[in-house]
């Protein structure tokens, strides 16, 4: 765990994804005093993208000094794998060309305030157990399920990072011989169910219709809305992986409460409901019977209340 501490001034929240980054202005409480974001454009590759994302980060701490709450720190929330005690991204599938970054170390040096650095599933998972879905529980598993599919794990009232930092990449699981790729290998969670995924399992289940694999969750939503079969039963699979993913994890880790992120935020039931089906099916009764599973209670503002939760953390001494 990182030795270091927060004090209880602002903190500048830096909240880096696939496909947008926001940067906030927040404080211990998980309020957001300020917000701008702008598009990640990962095509572009690390360097233009870290300028763009210093430059934001540069006139927040300036509107905290003139808001009379200066930032005590930096807290960056962002997808894994990486190396949590050394500050060090390791190519990310959703920020191709991030390869071994030392992220905390150039932010240490640009900004001069402490920086630090969470996965942004334990990101999320800290958020949703400080501040929403999962507030009194001890067991808990939170999935991102956006751009990319992590997880954040808190076990036994505690975020548990493990051996290498690299708990919670449940994205990685085969749970299939065949199918879409994501994270390396055909067949895995995250290419069943990430927000890239969605767009994956369309094209590997209904080539004709979208053989480029590039539609996403939200149009998949609103094809179905007019009455598309196909864009249904893209979502309906999608949900079924989810629920036989969710019942592996339940039989392995016995939590209390799932709380999965963004879109389970945006599609809800569409998604959740072949889910739920799927772990009835696979799951021991007896941990169903103890777990609830269920959207992100922070709704839209989960990115943003957990790019501050890095620092938050730091300051309740929450990690393992």
Known sequence: MNARRTSKGSIVGLDVGGTQCAVVIGDQSGEIHRRAEFPTCTERGFEPVFEKLCGVTAAMLHEAETMARPASALSVSIGGPMDIDGGIILSPPNLPGWDRIPLR?????????????EHDGNAGALAEWYFGAARGANHVIFLTMGTGFGGGLILNGALYRGACSLAGEVGHIRL???????????????????????????????????????????????????????????IEEAGRWLGRGLALLLDVLNPEVIVIGTLAIHLGERVLAPAREEMRREALPGSLAACRVVPAALGERLGDVASLCAAIAAQRGSAV
Not at 216 to 221: D, F, G, I, K, N
Request: glycine share 16%; with cysteine.
């Open 176 to 234: 299939a011989s065949d199918g879409p790729e994501a994270f390396g290998k055909a067949g895995s969670w995250e290419a069943f169910c990430s927000g890239t995924g969605f767009g994956r399992l369309a094209a590997w289940r209904y080539p004709e219709r979208f053989g480029r694999g590039e539609i996403t969750p939200r149009e998949l939503a609103a094809l179905a809305d007019r009455g598309d079969g196909a864009a249904a039963a893209v």
């Open 105 to 117: 170390d150039l932010l240490e040096k640009r900004f001069g305030v402490s920086v630090f650095i």
